[in-house]
């Protein structure tokens, strides 16, 4: 096969994979099916799930005293320590969590902009819609420049050294994703926030890592980054959660907050128990498949990078798979009347998630061609606000996203292989 193929999850524990995980051969119908819009939100766990309909079914406040509000209080406690010191690996700065990451990069790039020293505001045009339209709003509200760095049609991401041409000493913000939601390009994220940092010391710098999360592991403090937000409902959990990591000096900026509470407590009204264990879950289920490649290790931190390594291992193979083949059945690359968008060469640089256009068919009536078969997928259309500015961006007319998961196996990529050729052929 390939060395992308080498460190892929054997049979065995794809089984043992598959069985934590709802609906991942039928719908909540029975339907059977193969799920490939994991980008728009994941595959969910089912301890996650359980998790947070057994502690969201409790009445008791963990604000208040009595036995099972302390139990609750602890649970969070617990869930807080794990965002900041297991997802994070954060020593210093505060998290900050609230319904979704889209309200935190609007309110983040809001009031580091009230605040920040500086005449532009640089940004990149794969951004979601709610890091660059408030960076859009913002900048023009403080009579800030707006400067969008282009994209490499080759790649499908943007160049390190295209964002960083943009920089000066009078840069107030920087946005930039860690890994792009059309193409799956991981960005240079630590080069790209220590070469910042050397043209302007006094940068800020606004990570969204929504997309990257399920595939790869964050460290905010070791990049170089003020605020790093990720989507739980995109990472096997549950919706209504946004959790970002603040630096000690974005966390001390003026915010809405309780007076009575501590100037860098970002939380405001009652905690969402249910929803810090959900997280808590997740990396138990993370740590657990990197305890299975390391056993002696007993660091959670250690386990959970070791566990998304694993993961981004096997998704590797299943994206080199769908490129070149299955050895019977061709890949994307090699069907006649399928063009590959954004079709980076180095798989290193991303993650698991494809945009295809076919010859003789729109994004949608491929997406509904794919459905009809068992297959969901994604339209990126130039009709929609989450996706014209980018698909506009590659020249595209429109394409369909393919977005699976670590729980996917090659028996799976192969069915999809020959669907595709079906399609290709109408």
């Known amino acids: 096969m390939s060395t992308y193929t080498d460190r892929m999850f054997t049979e065995e ?53 009595n036995s099972l509000a302390l139990e609750l209080a602890a649970l969070e406690d617990r869930g807080r320590d794990d965002i900041k010191h297991v997802i994070f690996n954060a020593k210093s700065g505060t998290i900050y969590p609230t319904y979704t990451a889209s309200q935190i990069a609007m309110e983040m790039v809001r009031v580091i902009l009230e605040n920040a020293k500086g005449t532009n505001v640089v940004t ?63 960005y240079e994220t630590e080069n790209i926030c220590k070469k910042a940092r050397e043209i302007n010391p006094d940068i800020y710098i606004y990570i969204d890592a929504v997309q990257h999360a399920p595939h790869g592991s964050l460290d905010p403090e070791k990049w170089g980054a003020d605020v790093t937000s990720f989507a739980p ?59 299975k490649a390391f056993p002696e290790e007993t660091d959670r931190r250690k386990l959970f990078e070791a566990g998304m390594q694993r993961i981004a291992d096997h998704e590797r193979g299943l994206l080199w798979m769908m490129l070149e083949g299955t050895g019977d059945v061709p890949g994307l690359r090699h069907i006649p009347g399928v063009i590959v968008q954004m079709d980076g060469k180095d798989l290193m640089t991303r993650d698991l998630i494809l945009g295809v256009e076919f010859e ?67």
């Not at 991942?24 to 947070?52: C, I, P, Q, T």
């Open 13 to 65: 524990e794809l089984a043992e994979i598959r069985a934590q995980f709802y609906y991942v051969d039928e719908d909540y119908y029975g339907r059977k099916r193969l799920f490939f819009d994991n980008a728009g939100g994941s595959l969910r766990l089912k301890k996650a799930e359980e998790a947070f309909h057994r502690i969201d079914s409790m009445p008791d406040a963990s604000e208040h005293s």
């Open 124 to 186: 990149t045009m794969l951004e979601h819609p709610s890091v660059f339209d408030a960076a859009r709003m913002y900048s023009e509200k403080h009579g800030m420049e707006l400067r969008v760095a282009g994209v490499n049609k080759e790649t499908g991401g943007v160049d390190a050294e295209t964002i960083l041409g943009l920089i000066d000493e009078n840069t107030a913000l920087l946005c930039c994703m860690a890994a792009s939601n059309i193409s799956g390009y991981i």
């Open 233 to 291: 409902y995109k990472f096997f959990g549950v919706r209504g959660f946004g959790i970002a990591f603040l630096s000690d000096r974005v966390s001390a900026f003026a915010h809405h907050r309780l007076l009575g509470k501590a100037e860098d407590d970002w939380e405001i009204g009652s905690p969402a128990t249910a929803q810090f264990a959900v997280i808590t879950e997740i990396i138990n289920y993370v740590a657990d498949l990197g305890k």
């Open 360 to 426: 003789h068919l729109t994004c949608q009536q491929a997406v509904a061609e794919y459905e009809k078969r068992g297959v969901i997928t994604f339209e990126r259309a130039l009709t929609s606000m989450y996706s014209k500015r980018m698909v506009e961006a590659f020249d595209s007319k429109g394409m369909v996203r393919l977005s699976p998961l670590h729980v996917n196996t090659p028996a799976e990529i192969r069915q999809f292989l020959q669907i595709t050729q079906e399609l290709a052929a109408l």
